[in-house]
Nanobody
Framework: QVQLVESGGRLVQAGGSLTLSCAASGLTFTRYTVAWFRQAPGKEREFVAAISRRMGSTFYADSVKGRFTVSRDNTKNTLTLKMNSLKPEDPAVYCC???????????????????WGQGTQVTVSS
């Protein structure tokens, strides 16, 4: 079955950097758009970043643009999120997700994603 397993979440100081990883299995990775979403306590799930199947296009939420970088390694079936200049509003559970959609206008919608990981906790201390 499809599995998405995140890792890398931890406590980091504001202004610091962190890299999250997502290992995918049970699917043909190159056929999926993959993304990061986050959810903080009491808030709705929020789109963070996505990358298209062949790495041709990346998409970011305005709140992370210029600070976060999404990438994928199709030879290792992994998705990565490099986070710089972390802010007090960034703490959340970060989840990776996979979507078969080829429609790039849909990448920010969590409803487009069929597969989800359990998430990894990111905490930022001020």
């Amino acid at each position: 079955q499809v599995q998405l397993v995140e890792s890398g979440g931890r406590l980091v100081q504001a202004g610091g950097s962190l890299t999250l990883s997502c290992a995918a299995s049970g699917l043909t990775f190159t056929r999926y758009t993959v993304a990061w979403f986050r959810q903080a306590p009491g808030k709705e799930r929020e789109f963070v970043a996505a990358i298209s199947r062949r790495m041709g296009s990346t998409f970011y939420a305005d709140s992370v643009k210029g600070r976060f970088t999404v990438s994928r390694d199709n030879t290792k079936n992994t998705l990565t999120l490099k986070m710089n200049s972390l802010k007090p509003e960034d703490p959340a559970v970060y989840c990776c997700a996979a979507s078969a959609t080829g429609i790039m206008s849909q990448v920010r919608a969590h409803s487009a994603y069929a597969y989800w990981g359990q998430g990894t906790q990111v905490t930022v201390s001020s």
